[in-house]
């Protein structure tokens, strides 16, 4: 069983800052990568940032050079520093996992979600 723990969200000014966490448990042998998803009310899922194992990153275009993903030296956290947060970063921040885990009494390859955490960008 993989278990993605998140935190972090909240409500915040337009203009501010907040970093998000997803720290990743259970059973798992290697990851290929971590990101952030975001839904706002009414709409589809979007990806923000993705972070790979050898640690390079992508973003989404709308919030390239605001956001910054990053992990711990473990590589089973993953951070998403979000500074200059405009209205429309509003939504359900869920953090995902694509890694080799333990399934059954074998190993293969699966994707986990975290259950989100709001952030509300609001004055």
């Known amino acids: 069983q993989v278990r993605l723990a998140e935190s972090g969200g909240g409500l915040v000014q337009p203009g501010g800052s907040l970093r998000l966490s997803c720290a990743a448990s259970?059973?798992?042998?290697?990851?290929?990568?971590m990101a952030w998803y975001r839904q706002a009310p009414g709409d589809q899922r979007e990806l923000v940032a993705t972070?790979?194992?050898?640690?390079?990153?992508t973003y989404a275009s709308s919030v390239k050079g605001r956001f910054t993903i990053s992990r711990d030296n473990g590589e089973k956290t993953v951070h998403l520093q979000m500074n200059s947060l405009k209205p429309e970063d509003t939504g359900v921040y869920f953090c995902e996992l694509d890694a080799v885990v333990k399934y059954g009494i074998n190993y293969s390859r699966r994707t986990s979600w975290g259950q989100g955490t709001q952030v509300t960008v609001s004055s």
């Open positions: 972070i790979s194992s050898d640690g390079s990153t």
């Open positions: 259970g059973s798992i042998r290697s990851i290929n990568h």
